[in-house]
């Protein structure tokens, strides 16, 4: 089977182009800036805590249905 390759558009052509010839790095948005190495391990600390005490608090039937709303929009996908 023979793969087809995806045609770009004119405008990313030229982009790419543009960047060969002038050698730049193309820049990404999606970069995220590094987090705060304490709020990180904050935010962690109180998700150790509170998936426990969701779970506890919750009833067993509370929890299961739940569980199959989550499953079903997985499945729906």
Do not use: C, F
């Amino acid at each position: 089977m023979v793969k087809k390759k995806k045609q770009r558009d004119i405008a990313e052509i030229a982009y790419q182009t543009l960047q060969e010839v002038t050698q730049e790095q193309p820049t990404h948005k999606n970069i995220q800036p590094e987090k705060n190495p304490a709020a990180v391990a904050l935010g962690r600390l109180g998700g150790l805590k509170g998936g426990p005490a969701r779970a506890k608090k919750l009833s067993s039937k509370k929890r299961k249905a739940i569980a199959q709303k989550a499953a079903k929009a997985r499945w729906n996908k």
